[in-house]
């Protein structure tokens, strides 16, 4: 297959069978997806409609059963672990439910980190951090331990670690899933900043339509499949997308 180079992400009839016990799992059945740069995408659907599983495809952390992945043109399908590993280090970030942090490093020596172990360094590390702190107006807690910060200044703090060396896809999984209201809220607010500011391409995944419709386009997984591709910001679309929620379980 040949890539569109408009394309950060590209799957391709890619599916994922999981053998739980004796019991076959199709987690993914061939689903085809094309995420372009600078794009913020939401992936929404119920427990076990495959959301993390594609994630994890997407991030290099699994490989397909069938199918194949590409990665800012490249196809990751059937690179050895050293090489997934290079794509990670390079092309993607990743910001979980929980932070991560390092817990005896300060906001900005935990935001250092990968440009420390960079392969090729691109960035100053302290200069680097420092401005990503300031992007995500976190850098007054700058000389402060993740203990020392709330979940919200937390989350700012892993996004930043995240965009340390600059990756063009920022992988985001339940982002906000271990925050109040107003915490989200401003998570959130730095996940638009930083694909406005720096035109990085997102991947949202999260059980929460709300927070799934601040994304400019939301795809509903069921049973592995894509079920919905729409737009958050057409009223006729939203319609249609939360006459579906209570049916299909989601929030």
Not at 146 to 171: E, K, T, W, Y
């Amino acid at each position: 297959m040949s890539t569109n180079g408009q394309y950060v992400v590209q799957t391709v009839d890619v599916s994922k069978d999981l053998a739980l016990g004796q019991v076959m799992v199709h987690a993914l059945r061939g689903v085809t997806l094309n995420v372009k740069a600078g794009e913020f995408l939401g992936v929404i659907g119920p427990s076990g409609s495959g959301k993390s599983t594609l994630l994890g495809l997407i991030g290099g952390l699994d490989t397909p059963t069938t199918g194949q992945v590409f990665i800012d043109g490249e196809d990751i399908t059937n690179l050895t672990e050293r090489e997934l590993t290079r794509i990670r280090n390079e092309k993607i970030g990743f910001v979980f439910q929980f932070f991560n942090l390092v817990p005896t490093l300060t906001a900005l020596q935990n935001v250092a980190l990968p440009i420390r172990f960079a392969r090729h360094r691109k960035f100053d590390p302290t200069g680097r951090a420092m401005e990503l702190l300031t992007l995500l107006e976190v850098d007054d807690r700058a000389n402060h331990r993740p203990n020392q910060l709330s979940g919200g200044q937390q989350q700012r703090v892993a996004i930043a670690r995240a965009l340390a060396n600059n990756p063009p896809l920022l992988m985001c999984d339940e982002p906000t899933g271990n925050l109040d209201t107003v915490s989200g809220a401003l998570v959130m607010q730095a996940l638009h900043d930083v694909n406005e500011e720096m035109g990085t391409t997102i991947i949202m995944v999260t059980h929460d339509m709300d927070i799934a419709s601040q994304a400019h386009r939301v795809i509903s997984l069921v049973d592995g499949r894509i079920a919905d591709d729409i737009d958050p910001r057409s009223a006729a679309q939203m319609t249609a997308m939360n006459l579906l929620r209570e049916e299909r379980g989601l929030e």
